[in-house]
């Protein structure tokens, strides 16, 4: 079975400060894809990052990082100089390839509020 | 252009009602789902579908069910509405059975059992 845990509920910072999102996932499958995503308070679900698990490079993308670690089946988020918009909740998700027609295996969402 | 798009945004409805929450997907996509948000924010897969195949997760209700005019389209019915249907339920498509693309959602049906 798959799992994604995202053991933070709640996190809250101050503009200009980091933060980072921790995403711990389970599969035994050899061949899967983890995700993230944004829902700001107007409620859509914004596509942030796709990271195969072939590819364990990080990668940076503005103020936003990702480090993507197998030996500890993590994948995590991490905001830069943080700014209030950035303030949502963040999904980490995972599908397997095997699995059924890449059914996203949601985590519980971290609440990410930054406060100016 | 919306990608994917539901209506109503909103739906109110008492219980014992039957209604229906309408998707569309202009992307071109093969595969489309249904997803529940609870009050929690938690997201679980409800159904996906494409020309070939549709998985039901098992732990929802017969009461909902999913239905597919053609490829672009996922429209889902629920009868017989109860308190705990009251949810955000979102739609979402992706191409090659989404197993390695991202997932396109929509804006989000909330519905409120009454």
């Known amino acids: 079975a798959q799992k994604v845990t995202q053991a933070q509920t709640e996190i809250s910072v101050v503009e200009k400060e980091d933060v980072t999102l921790d995403c711990v996932y389970e599969?035994?499958?050899?061949?899967?894809?983890l995700f993230w995503y944004k829902q700001p308070p107007s409620g859509e679900l914004v596509f942030l990052i796709r990271?195969?698990?072939?590819?364990?490079q990080n990668e940076i993308s503005g103020r936003y990082s990702w480090n993507f670690q197998k030996s500890t089946s993590s994948f995590n988020f991490t905001i830069t100089a943080s700014q209030v918009v950035d303030s949502a909740v963040y999904f980490c998700a995972l599908t397997v390839y095997g699995g059924s027609q890449g059914n996203l295996i949601f985590g519980k969402g971290t609440k990410l509020s930054v406060k100016p | 252009d919306t990608a994917v798009s539901q209506t109503p945004k909103y739906l109110v409805t008492q219980m014992g009602n039957d209604k229906s929450i309408k998707c569309e997907q202009n992307?071109?996509?093969?595969?489309m789902y249904w997803y529940k948000q609870d009050s929690k924010k938690f997201l679980k897969i409800m159904f996906s579908y494409n020309n070939k195949e549709l998985i039901i997760n098992e732990t929802v209700p017969n009461r909902f069910s999913p239905k597919s005019p053609d490829k672009a389209h996922l429209n889902l019915h629920i009868n017989s509405l109860e308190l705990g249907d009251s949810a955000v339920y979102f739609c979402?498509?992706?191409?090659?059975?989404?197993?390695?693309?991202?997932?396109?959602f929509g804006p989000g049906t909330r519905l409120t059992v009454l």
């Open positions: 979402a498509s992706s191409q090659d059975g989404g197993r390695y693309n991202e997932q396109f």
């Open positions: 990271r195969n698990s072939f590819d364990e």
């Open positions: 992307l071109g996509h093969d595969t």
């Open positions: 599969t035994r499958d050899t061949t899967y894809y």
